[in-house]
T-cell receptor
Framework: NAGVTQTPKFRILKIGQSMTLQCAQD?????MYWYRQDPGMGLKLIYY???????DKGEVPNGYNVSRSTTEDFPLRLELAAPSQTSVYFC????????????FGQGTRLTVV | TQLLEQSPQFLSIQEGENLTVYCNSS?????LQWYRQEPGEGPVLLVT?????EVKKLKRLTFQFGDARKDSSLHITAAQPGDTGLYLC???????????FGKGTKLTVNP
């Protein structure tokens, strides 16, 4: 079982460029999440989804967009990269939500220069 | 505003010592989870506590959920260097699907 797979692992972007962080899970989980982790700041929720076709904002959604066309995939889009978006991004999935384990990918380290 | 406050933020101790880290909130949670994260990896679940006053043990780790379901603690007995990592608490408010995390406690256990 691959679990939660994130690509790429590392990326350097120039200010104003755009990119999509990919996230796929093969556990048939209905809940998926995107977090960013800055040094000393823990995890901040960007967007989440409770099922295909349904997405909602988390704590820090500005500058990001998501879509959930299938149960398996939950890509995160950065349209106009800014230095403030330099961070490590984690995708996670869980079966039922708050009372069940969230499985995390290995993260994408993004640097915007 | 941080929904879940963790303390201390950093903790450096010697092998064999005991320690407790805390996760506090002014809000009531239907459950709280504790995760451990190692450098370069995503967090991995240690335990979920659901019932107010609940105590769960995982080898040398003891987790407690407050009676009012607003706080939790993690106690480690006889810490070992392998316990080194970032300990995160997480929870979702009742009726919400948002899983939010505290800032974490970075634990270093020196041999």
């Amino acid at each position: 079982n691959a679990g939660v797979t994130q690509t790429p692992k590392f990326r350097i972007l120039k200010i104003g460029q755009s990119m999509t962080l990919q996230c796929a899970q093969d556990m048939n989980h209905n809940y998926m999440y995107w977090y960013r982790q800055d040094p000393g700041m823990g995890l901040k929720l960007i967007y989440y989804s409770v099922g295909a076709g349904i997405t909602d904002k988390g704590e820090v959604p500005n500058g990001y967009n998501v879509s959930r066309s299938t149960t398996e995939d939950f890509p995160l889009r950065l349209e106009l990269a800014a230095p403030s978006q330099t961070s490590v991004y984690f995708c996670a999935s869980s079966y039922l939500g708050e009372d069940t384990e969230a499985f995390f990918g290995q993260g994408t380290r993004l640097t915007v220069v | 505003t941080q929904l879940l406050e963790q303390s201390p933020q950093f903790l450096s101790i010697q092998e064999g010592e005991n320690l407790t880290v805390y996760c506090n909130s002014s809000s009531v949670f239907s459950s709280l989870q504790w995760y451990r994260q190692e450098p370069g990896e995503g967090p991995v679940l240690l335990v979920t506590v659901v019932t107010g006053g609940e105590v769960k043990k995982l080898k040398r780790l003891t987790f407690q959920f407050g009676d009012a379901r607003k706080d939790s603690s993690l106690h480690i007995t006889a810490a070992q260097p392998g316990d080194t990592g970032l300990y995160l608490c997480a929870g979702a408010l009742g009726g919400s699907e948002k899983l939010v995390f505290g800032k974490g406690t970075k634990l270093t256990v020196n041999p």
